[in-house]
């Protein structure tokens, strides 16, 4: 049965409301996740323990990023999910060529974290950081460094309340860093220990 125009038209407006008040009561369109997870499939399968976190490498335009503040979030934020993570300065002990020889310590996994982006434009006048790092835990005894798990982070850190509380900007990138590293590693699956295993 065909229905007046002026019939149609009402119920197309009347379809169109939920979705009008939907975006007034927001306010904002809504917006992307900050984490995407690329890779979990391999983590339960190996369950590692013990975790090698190698040197941050640094590839945002300037390379102005908090690398060892990183590196040290991410190992308090592992010991928080139950890993086991290697010191830092037991693994450094054994770098060759800046760079970690996996399986040299019998480590189970290696966390590798890279910095695609540390942008400090926003700094001044809004207090802001915009910046993109990933995190990949891979498998030690794979020949090819199989992924474990894997994740990447994009968001514009709003530094204002700490920058106004800290004394130096290297305690702000300190708090930085922290809020890196917990929101990657909340989606990265806690480890369950079995009783009696490691």
């Not at 190996?46 to 690398?67: E, F, H, M, N, W």
């Not at 760079?99 to 006048?125: H, N, P, T, Y």
């Not at 835990?137 to 894997?150: D, F, I, T, Y």
């Not at 700490?162 to 590693?185: C, I, N």
């Amino acid at each position: 049965m065909a229905f007046p125009r002026i019939q149609i038209t009402a119920l197309s407006a009347l379809a169109a409301v939920p979705l009008f008040l939907s975006c007034e009561s927001t306010g904002k369109p809504l917006e992307a996740p900050a984490v995407t997870v690329m890779n979990h499939g391999g983590l339960l399968a190996v369950s590692p323990a013990d975790i090698v976190i190698a040197p941050v490498q640094d590839l945002s335009l300037g390379a102005v990023a908090p690398r060892e503040e990183l590196r040290q979030a991410f190992q308090q934020g592992l010991v928080s999910r139950r890993y086991s993570p290697l010191a830092l300065d037991y693994v450094d002990a054994k770098l060759v060529d800046a760079a970690f020889v996996a399986g040299s310590l019998r480590e189970e996994a290696v966390l590798e974290i890279q910095v695609l982006a540390w942008d400090m434009s926003l700094w001044d006048l809004h207090s802001a950081v915009s910046v993109e790092v990933r995190a990949r835990l891979v498998n030690s005894a794979a020949a090819e460094g199989e992924p474990l798990w894997g994740a990447n982070f994009t968001k514009r850190l709003n530094l204002s309340s700490e920058r106004h509380t800290s004394p130096t900007q290297a305690l702000v990138m300190g708090r930085a860093a922290q809020m890196v590293a917990a929101e990657l590693l909340a989606v990265l699956p806690a480890r369950n220990p079995v009783p009696g295993g490691n």
